[in-house]
C-alpha cells in the first residue's frame, strides 16, 4: 500500500511517520511526504525519512515538493496542509481578538479565515488526486476539520473522511479517572468538529455519565481541560461537552485570558515551531536521527504540555513544561503505541481496509446519525469503519440547547463552504455572520475585508 501526506513537512508529521511505522497491524511499502517548503523539508521532513532508517524500514519514506509525484498511485492520501503556515494563524486570530471576539484557529473568525484559505487548495489537490489514484481515500486532518471534510465531501468526487483525536481524547480522560480501561467502556457522542457532547459514559454497562456530572469538581482537578467549565453549568446541561465547546459557553472568559497572557495560542505555536525547526536544524548538524528525535519530543512535549493553557488560564506554563520534560530525560525513539491523530488514523485504515473493522468517532455525512441536520452535512460521531465504507451511527440525545447551537453552527458551515467555491466575499460575510461568535453583519464584513488585506493572495479569490 502507497500513503501519501500532503503536508508532509509539518510538525506533527515526524510523530504519525513513526506511529504509522510502529504499528502491529497496518503496513505501507511507500509513504511519500509532499513538502513544497524547503526548511521543512531539511527539518522535520527530513527526520520524517530518517526515522524509518532507525525503524529497521529504509527507503519505506520518501519526500517530494511536487504534489502529483506523491500522489500518483496512493491508496489512503491524508491532508494536514496549513496554507499561508503559522503566521497566517496568528492574523487569523489578532483581527478577531483586536475586536474582543474569540480568535481561535479553528472556531468562529478564525476558523472562517483559515477555510477560506484552505478550501480552494484542498479541492485542486483533489482533482490532481482524482486524476492520479481515483480509488484513494483522503482522510482529513486539516483544520477546521469538519468544514474541510464538508468541502471535499460536496465538491469533489474524492472519498474523505475527517478525523480528530479530541473525542477520543476525551473518553480516554474519562477512562482513566473512573479507573478503567478504553476496552470497558461504552458512550454516546455527537456533534460537529470541535462543538460535541459526550451525553452517556457507561463502564461494564453500568451508566455513570451522573457520577462524572456529581464529581465534576473531582474531574476538573484530575485534568486541566475539564476546568474551563463551571460545575453547575455542566450538570445542569446534564452531557459532558468536550473542550473546544469552551470557546461558545465563554467567549468573553477566553477573550480576557488571551489579555493576560498577552499573545494568543497562534504566537505562542508560532514560536514554539519556529524552536522546534532550529533544534532539528542544529541536532542534524551535530548528530544524527537520535539527537533529532529528542530535540523534535521536547518542544513537541512542551507544545502539548500547554495545550489551552493560555486560553483557559491566561498563562501558557511554557516554563513549567519545559521543566517536567527536561527532568523526564530524552524520549526513546522506539515503544510505545500510536495515540492522538496517529492513532485514529490507523484505526480509519484498518477499519476501511478490513483487518479491523470498528467503531471510530469520524467526521463523516451525516445520514440520520443527527435527525435535525440534513444527510449530507458532514458531522461527527461515531460510525463503523469496514471495507465498504464509513457508515455513520446514532449519536444519541443531545441537549437542546446543543442542538441550537450545532444547527446554527452547521448553517454558517454550508454558508462558508459556498462562498469559498464560488469565491463570493459578500457570501463570506453573511457566512460568518450567521456565526453564534459573531456579532451582526457589519463586524463579519469588516473582519472578512481585513482578512482579504491581510492574507494577500491567499484571499485573492474572493470577489
Known amino acids: 500500500m502507497k500513503l501519501a501526506i500532503l503536508g508532509g513537512g509539518g510538525v506533527r508529521i515526524p510523530a504519525f511517520v513513526r506511529g504509522v511505522l510502529s504499528s502491529p497491524t497496518v503496513a505501507f511499502d511507500e509513504i511519500w511526504l509532499f513538502e ?35 500522489l500518483q498511485g496512493a491508496d489512503f492520501v491524508f491532508s494536514a496542509i496549513r496554507v499561508g503556515g503559522d503566521r497566517a494563524r496568528v492574523i487569523d486570530e489578532e483581527v478577531a481578538l483586536r475586536r474582543g471576539i474569540v480568535g481561535q484557529e479553528t472556531t468562529g473568525p478564525g476558523g472562517c479565515a483559515m477555510a477560506l484559505r484552505t478550501i480552494p487548495v484542498l479541492l485542486s489537490y483533489c482533482e490532481m488526486l482524482a486524476s492520479c489514484a481515483p480509488a484513494a481515500v483522503l482522510i482529513n486532518f486539516t483544520n477546521p476539520a469538519g468544514l474541510i471534510t464538508q468541502a471535499v465531501s460536496l465538491h469533489s468526487s474524492v472519498r474523505v473522511v475527517g478525523v480528530c483525536d479530541t473525542p477520543s481524547s476525551i473518553l480516554d480522560r ?39 456530572l456529581d464529581r465534576y469538581e473531582e474531574l476538573a482537578r ?20 468536550t473542550e473546544y465547546v469552551y470557546y461558545f459557553y465563554e467567549p468573553a472568559g ?9 499573545a494568543s495560542r497562534g504566537a505562542d505555536v508560532l514560536r514554539l515551531n519556529a ?11 551535530t548528530g544524527g536521527v537520535d539527537d533529532a528525535w529528542a530535540a523534535y519530543s521536547m518542544v513537541m512535549g512542551v507544545r502539548r504540555d500547554t495545550y489551552m493553557r493560555t486560553d483557559t488560564e491566561g498563562e501558557n506554563q511554557q516554563a513549567q513544561a519545559r521543566a517536567r520534560r527536561g ?16 492513532g485514529v488514523a490507523l484505526q480509519v485504515i484498518d477499519g476501511l481496509t478490513a483487518r479491523s473493522p470498528g467503531e471510530v468517532i469520524v467526521n ?35 441537549p437542546r440547547s446543543a442542538r441550537g447551537l450545532i444547527t446554527q453552527t452547521k448553517q454558517y458551515e454550508r454558508e462558508l463552504v459556498d462562498a469559498a467555491v464560488s469565491g463570493d466575499a459578500g457570501l463570506a460575510a453573511l457566512a460568518l455572520a450567521l456565526h453564534p461568535l459573531v456579532p451582526g453583519v457589519t463586524v463579519a464584513r469588516e473582519m472578512i475585508s481585513e482578512y482579504r488585506e491581510l492574507h494577500g493572495p491567499h484571499l485573492a479569490y474572493l470577489r
Not at 475539564?226 to 450538570?235: G, K, S
Not at 477573550?255 to 498577552?262: E, H, K, P, Q, T
Not at 446519525?369 to 444519541?396: I, N, R, Y
Open 36 to 70: 513544497p517548503d524547503e526548511l521543512r523539508r531539511k527539518t522535520t521532513g527530513r527526520l520524517a525519512v530518517e526515522l524509518a532508517t532507525a525503524l529497521g524500514q529504509p527507503g519505506a519514506v520518501r519526500l517530494t515538493s511536487e504534489a502529483e509525484e506523491a
Open 174 to 212: 474519562l477512562a482513566r479517572f473512573l479507573g478503567a480501561g478504553r476496552d470497558r467502556i461504552a458512550f454516546s457522542y455527537g456533534g460537529l468538529n470541535h462543538l460535541g457532547w459526550i451525553t452517556s459514559f457507561a463502564v461494564d454497562g453500568q451508566e455513570r455519565i451522573g457520577t462524572l
Open 222 to 241: 484530575f485534568d486541566h481541560v475539564f476546568a474551563a467549565f463551571d460545575p453547575a453549568f455542566v450538570r445542569r446541561l446534564g452531557a459532558l461537552p
Open 254 to 262: 477566553y477573550v480576557a485570558a488571551v489579555a493576560r497572557a498577552g
Open 275 to 285: 524552536e522546534l525547526l532550529d533544534a532539528i536544524m542544529a541536532a542534524f548538524g
Open 327 to 342: 527532568a523526564a530525560g530524552p524520549a526513546e525513539l522506539t515503544g510505545g503505541r500510536p495515540g492522538g491523530y496517529e
Open 364 to 398: 463523516t455525512r451525516n445520514g440520520a446519525s443527527l435527525g435535525f441536520l440534513d444527510p449530507d452535512d458532514v458531522v461527527e460521531v461515531p460510525a463503523l469503519v469496514h471495507g465498504g465504507g464509513v457508515s455513520p451511527l446514532a449519536a444519541g440525545q443531545l
